[in-house]
């Protein structure tokens, strides 16, 4: 689980924040061979113009497009009419959206901050994070920043993951962010200055099959891997989703009682899992949604 980003983006959201339904209005749109090019997709889509371009940044974001445009294979078993969730109703679709958000890396500040800033500072601040890309583009990295964009692409994570006391409780809301139902971001203000704060715990709340399509969803291991990877790794499961120590080894628990493939070993001081076989990660989510 290496570091996957190989170039950095800042801006392409035009400031807005990834709303409910946006993800499944771009796919049919594209699914009903459209473009975003298309003289009347502001019309087709029922929003203003650079509306358009953000939400085919979001679908590139949370790999329901790729690069050029095409729908995924995510997308198709997620979005589809008869997919596992088109309307995103089940709150597990958003934890498994936020994985391939970070995982993705198209949107790079979302991979920096959970798996690189928050392992730095668990409390952080808007200028904590712009110093901490500023090292970044110091380091060899390659790149160049915008203060002013780095602010503004901050100001979007909050609003999609964190709901404000102004915004209505209904998830439709149009304004919330589409994350902001997992409550995996906080916020509090200090000396006239806003920090977040992205906290290790047990998360019970995420099902056991969302963290085992996590696992399976990397081809960096065979048939068995560490727990220290599995907590700490590049876009591993302690990192993407802030479980703590204890939550994944709950979840690790839950996950061997259901599955007769997979092995909790501890033997010598090494912790690791083992899979007497190896399901595709989307078999596994199939499953879950059909249950």
């Not at 983006?9 to 061979?33: A, M, P």
Request: a negative charge.
């Amino acid at each position: 689980m290496s570091e996957s980003i190989s170039r950095f983006i800042f801006s392409g959201h035009e400031s807005f924040q990834c709303r409910h339904f946006w993800l499944k209005k771009g796919y049919d749109f594209v699914n009903d061979k459209r473009s975003f090019n298309d003289e009347d997709a502001v019309v087709a889509l029922g929003v203003g113009k650079n509306m358009v371009a953000s939400i085919r940044f979001w679908m590139k974001a949370f790999n329901i497009l790729t690069p050029d445009d095409k729908l995924t294979t995510f997308a198709h078993d997620l979005l589809s009419d008869n997919g596992w969730d088109p309307y995103l109703e089940d709150e597990a679709s958003l934890w498994i959206l936020h994985y391939h958000l970070i995982k993705s890396g198209f949107a790079s500040t979302y991979s920096i901050v959970f798996n690189e800033l928050r392992k730095e500072k668990i409390e952080f601040s808007k200028e904590n994070y712009i110093s901490f890309i500023k090292r970044k583009s110091e380091s060899g990295k390659g790149f160049t920043i915008n203060e002013r964009t780095l602010h503004e692409d901050l100001t979007v994570l909050a609003k999609m993951y964190l709901r404000s006391d102004a915004q209505s409780k209904d998830k439709e809301d149009s304004f919330s962010g589409l994350l902001a139902e997992l409550d995996l971001i906080r916020s509090y203000r200090k000396a006239a200055e806003d920090f977040f704060i992205i906290e290790n715990n047990d998360k019970p709340e995420i099902p056991d099959e969302v963290i085992l399509y996590a696992i399976l969803d990397n081809d960096n291991f065979e048939k068995s891997l560490s727990l220290s990877s599995i907590e700490q790794g590049y876009n591993s499961v302690g990192s993407v989703f802030a479980i703590s120590r204890a939550g994944i080894l709950s979840k690790i628990e839950n996950l061997t009682n259901k599955y007769p493939f997979l092995i909790f070993k501890d033997q010598a001081g090494i912790k690791e899992i083992q899979f007497k076989e190896k399901p595709a990660a989307e078999s596994i989510l199939k499953n879950y949604y059909a249950n």
